[in-house]
């Protein structure tokens, strides 16, 4: 079972963490085009370039949900006609979603803004924010300063010039084998993925072949960006690029991918657990682990529907060991689950084994709120295959945020 790895360090965005911009061959800069107006005004950088002085393989996986913004389909095509690009432009403010045409020209815009000021051809185009709404030519403002400050940012300003709702950037690093694999990514909330989470971008200095390395991304997310949740929606624009340049003079290959995968989990592993610790509104993460299933697919199943159960998420905040919900969620996948044959830990804490056991509930109380992190542990009886999934307590301050978004 992946390990997920968090690092609780960022108390401040001026705090120096490795990531993309720390990978041979890559260059970060960020600028500010005052895309979103609102009542409470953004005071950070809002765009971001990301070029390799090289161009770079290219992989991406992008949102399931039927309405996808104009940076989204844009984007599916270059990656589905371009094996290499150049870099990637990207946007806070404005998810320049369901604005017909002329969003997608203004996507086609961003790119060749970023191809005219760099030189370099092709890029991919990523836009996070408020939907619905005309996109703007302030982005115009924030991409020169962007292209202008190339080199000059680090990853942690990267990260934040992507950030809506968050609260602090989120950025991964990994160095071994002789290379290294950055990313970063946003997100909290809406978030509920079918292939990735919101924005992540993760270069790479290793060569490897597109076929490869799409197979690889694909799988990794599924262990990491689609085994999490928030609030139960999913994105419009949900997008994940992965760079690999190949500056480092390593190449991967089927022979040798083990530890070029084993990196690039730990560093998505990383970025999903930082988006549910940063949760709307979140103060607990809870980790959902699900065990003795038939199949891998059953236990990801069960844990989903536990994960995502708004009376589970509500227990969590109220630190309430109700071990009624999670069973009912469990039961509520409809994959057969036995419940004599169920047995229920929240922490160390046996709650449940066929009925109802024998356990002190104030000890369990007293668990849940002293722990940041929340550990349920399900063990269905049926056979040898186990999934996790995170998720975060649902509190007073999500409805809160959520209803003032646009103000």
Known sequence: MLVLKFIE???QWSVIMKGIADVKG??????????K?????????????????????????????????????LSMEVVS???????????????????????????????KMCENLTGKKHFLVASTGVIGEPFVDRVEKGIEGAVKTLGAKS???????????????????????????GGIAKGAGMIDPAMATMLSFITTDVDIEKGLLQKILREVTDETFNAITVDGDMSTNDTVFILANGMSG?????????????????????????????????????????????TKEEARKIARKIALSPLVKTAVFGCDPNWGRIIAAAGSACVGIDEGKLRLKIGDFLLFDGKRADYCEDDIYNYMKTSDE??????????????????????????????????
């Open 9 to 11: 360090s960022m108390v």
């Open 26 to 35: 890559f260059l970060c800069g960020t600028g500010r085009g005052g895309i």
């Open 37 to 73: 107006k609102t009542e409470k005004p953004v005071d950070r950088d809002d765009v971001l370039v990301i070029v390799s002085e090289t161009s770079a393989t290219v992989a991406a996986v992008f949102t399931k949900n039927d309405i996808k913004a104009a940076p989204v389909k």
């Open 81 to 111: 006609s371009q094996d290499r690009v150049f870099g990637i432009v990207a946007n806070s403010g404005n998810a320049n979603a369901c604005t017909g045409e002329q969003g997608f020209k203004d996507a086609e815009k961003m790119v």
């Open 155 to 181: 990853s942690s300003e990267a990260a934040a010039a992507i950030m809506t709702t968050d609260t602090f950037p989120k950025v991964a690093f990994f160095d071994g084998g002789g290379f290294s694999i």
């Open 250 to 294: 390593i190449k991967i290959d089927e022979s040798n991918c083990e530890i070029f995968v084993t990196g690039l989990k730990e560093v998505m592993g990383s970025l999903a657990y930082q988006i549910v610790k940063d949760g709307e509104g979140a103060t607990k993460v809870a980790r959902i682990i699900v065990e003795g299933a038939l």
């Open 374 to 407: 929340i550990v349920i542990n399900l063990h269905i009886g049926r056979g040898n295959k186990s999934f996790e999934y995170l998720t975060c307590d649902l509190t007073c301050d999500y409805v809160r945020i959520n209803a003032e978004y646009r103000t």
